[in-house]
Every structure is written in structure tokens, then in C-alpha cells.
């Protein structure tokens, strides 16, 4: 076995300093120095950085320029290696509104790769979202609306085992059968978004089985107080895990403090990251739209907010930076609420029995080190 001692190990309900984390491909526990030294083979020292639990992110289309949706075998070898520098253990590849048949192959890609994952040098694939294509036109976004089609539940069935996610718009003709028919045959979570649905709309979507909100406030309808829409629903259900992306653009930072207080083990931090990210800035294309990049801000031609270029650890600073949250609630918004939101139970905190997915974080939250499945991968 192994160990990490002299560091702060941050757990679902506070930081813990002057015990050794000790793991193998699972986390064993907390022991005393001297315990851990005849248990452990090898024992790292933290030097006094934060021990974390990998972060998990169920909403990311691409990074370095390469793209989930190409259904390109190599370009998810990449996003995967390459946001496991920032912090991400495992995720959820995410395709946009793209063919069928494109969508199709990006699976098929995905599904091929995710035994390997397990162990490889970089993010575990947890299982695809799909954001799209049974959404609204009317709040595309930066979907391309040429790919937007009616519900079909049997591409859910049939995509079952690699599906974990797929982003709907409850308004659309035939949603009602077809959320019931998912929530009845797979464990496929069901996600409001790209949505003109209004509060009553949204509310019966929850009824029908929907229990996830895709990047919440974006492509959605906005609260007022005689009309609460589809944000207003699904931050009122104990229910919802809501999606933030918490870049301090695609939503004011100034409510991070009121969504955490709302939402609190339902709040779940996403990067929504399309090809630009970790690229610099410039012109680049995603899901067949051209978009620029500038500074933190992706838009498309007509100035239409697009994805994101987040890295997942500056998120840790920019919630902790607009709110009163503690280090280790900003951590399991990270990390335990998204895990939790996909039923990826093995996954998102430090506790016994948890797969041993951690981080070395230094003082700014930059990522040091990163443990996937209790092999230090740098
Ligand atoms: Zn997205």
C-alpha cells in the first residue's frame, strides 16, 4: 500500500492535518504515522499542500483543439490526459448537436475506450453525455440547429451502456414519453436544458423523472418573480443537481453564494469546455460552428455565448473568491456532488473505500500531482 502524510486532507465535511492517507487502488483510510509506516511500501510527503479528491467534470466537449464529437479515437486519448493537469479524474466525454451518425461514432469511440480508461494516464471516462440533439431550437445556443431532431427514446436504449446524461428540452412535443420511457428501462440521468420550458413545464419534467440541470441560467428560461421558468424549478426541487459553470462570465459570480446556499450537495461545477481550451486565443470551430476565443469569452459570429475555456482548478478560486464557501464545500462541488449526480459512487471524496483518484494541490489550488486508481501519473 501507499501513503501520503504531512499534508491537508480534505474530506466531505472538513480538512484533516497529521494523518497519512493510505491507499491502494482504493482509499484505505487515515492512520497515524506510525501505523501507515507498516502498512506503506512507499509514503509521499505532501509537504504541507491539500490532498483532494480528483475532481469530476459531467460536462466537457473538447480541450487542446481536439474534440469528443469528432468521434476521433486520438482526440479522446488527449482531453483525457490533458485535464488530468487540472485537476479532473474522471468525466463524463460530452458530444454537442452534432449527425446522428456522428454522435453514433463518438460513442462508439467512447465505449471502446472505457475499460482502458480505468487505469490510463488520464481522466477515467465515466460515461458520454449527450447535450442533445431532442433540444429546443429557440435556445440552441451554440448547438447546431440543422442536428436539433423530435425525441427517440430508443437512442437512449440502445446507448445505454455508455450513456450517462442526455440534455432535453421538456417543451418538445413528445418529451413526456419519452423522459418516462428512459426513467423506466436505464439509469440514463435525464437533463433540462437548451430549454424554453416554462416553471410548470419544468416542474412536471421533475415529476416525469429529470433530476440534472444542464449548465443552469444558460439556455434556459431566467427567473422573475411572476414568472420563475425553468431556472426558478429547478432551484426550488431538492431533486435537481444544477449545473454551474463557474468561469465568473457564463454566470455573475455575485450568485455563486446564492446557488450553493439553495442548492448545497446539488450544486455541481462543470467546465463545459469546448476546443479552445488550453489553446490560445483566436478562431475555432466546434460541433460544425465557428466561434472566437477571447480571454476567458467564446462567442459565436453573432455574439451568442458558446462553451467555455475553464481549466476546472481555477473554478476552486473563482468560488472561493466570490463567496464565504470553505475550501472543502467548494471541493465537493467539485467532486462529490458531480460524482453523485451520475451515480458514479466510486468516486468524488476520500473516504474508505473510494476509489483513490487524488490530487496535490499547492497553495493557489494549481495542481501538483494527480493519483488516478492509486498510481501517482505525474
Ligand atoms: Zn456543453
Not at 14 to 38: H, M, P
Not at 44 to 50: H, L, P, S, T
Not at 75 to 84: M, P
Not at 116 to 133: F, K, M, Q
Request: glycine share 10%.
Amino acid at each position: 500500500m501507499k501513503g501520503i502524510r504531512n499534508g491537508k486532507i480534505i474530506l466531505p465535511d472538513g480538512i484533516v492535518e497529521g494523518k497519512v492517507l493510505v491507499f491502494d487502488q482504493t482509499v484505505r483510510g487515515l492512520y497515524s504515522e506510525e501505523e501507515a509506516k507498516t502498512l506503506c511500501d512507499e509514503i509521499y510527503d505532501a509537504d504541507g499542500k491539500y490532498v483532494s479528491p480528483g475532481f469530476v467534470d459531467v460536462h466537457i466537449h473538447a480541450y487542446f483543439g481536439k474534440d469528443i464529437s469528432n468521434g476521433i479515437e486520438g482526440d479522446v486519448r488527449t482531453i483525457s490526459h490533458a485535464i488530468l493537469r487540472n485537476g479532473v479524474t474522471s468525466y463524463c466525454p460530452t458530444t454537442m448537436t452534432v449527425s446522428m451518425a456522428e454522435i453514433g461514432q463518438a460513442l462508439d469511440v467512447c465505449r471502446a475506450l472505457k475499460g482502458e480508461s480505468r487505469t490510463w494516464d488520464g481522466a477515467e471516462i465515466l460515461g458520454v453525455h449527450a447535450e442533445g440533439p431532442f433540444i429546443n431550437k429557440a435556445k440552441k445556443g451554440a448547438q447546431n440547429e440543422a442536428h436539433i431532431l423530435p425525441p427517440d427514446a430508443s437512442f437512449v436504449l440502445k446507448n445505454q451502456d455508455i450513456l450517462s446524461l442526455i440534455t432535453i428540452a421538456p417543451e418538445v412535443d413528445g418529451m413526456e414519453e419519452f423522459c418516462k420511457t428512459v426513467k423506466a428501462e436505464t439509469d440514463v440521468v435525464l437533463s433540462v436544458g437548451h430549454t424554453c420550458a416554462n416553471y410548470d413545464q419544468t416542474k412536471a419534467a421533475i415529476e416525469w423523472g429529470v433530476t440534472h440541470s444542464t449548465h443552469t441560467f444558460n439556455a434556459m428560461v431566467g427567473l422573475l418573480h411572476r414568472d420563475p421558468g425553468t431556472v426558478g424549478a429547478v432551484l426550488s426541487s431538492d431533486k435537481v443537481y444544477c449545473e454551474l459553470i463557474a468561469d465568473t462570465f457564463h454566470v455573475h459570480p455575485g450568485l455563486y453564494q446564492m446557488l450553493y446556499n439553495l442548492k448545497k450537495d446539488r450544486l455541481v461545477v462543470i467546465t463545459d469546455c469546448i476546443s479552445a481550451a488550453g489553446m490560445p486565443e483566436g478562431e475555432y470551430s466546434s460541433g460544425g460552428l465557428q466561434f472566437t476565443v477571447k480571454g476567458i469569452e467564446c462567442r459565436l459570429p453573432d455574439g451568442t455565448i458558446a462553451g467555455s475555456v475553464l481549466r476546472m482548478n481555477n473554478a476552486v478560486k473563482n468560488i472561493l473568491a466570490n463567496t464565504d464557501i470553505p475550501l472543502y464545500e467548494v471541493i465537493n462541488l467539485l467532486s462529490r456532488n458531480p460524482a453523485a449526480s451520475v451515480g458514479a459512487t466510486s468516486k468524488g471524496t476520500l473516504e474508505t473505500g473510494k476509489d483513490a483518484d487524488i490530487l496535490l494541490l499547492d497553495g493557489s489550488y494549481e495542481v501538483v500531482s494527480a493519483f488516478r486508481m492509486g498510481e501517482k501519473k505525474f
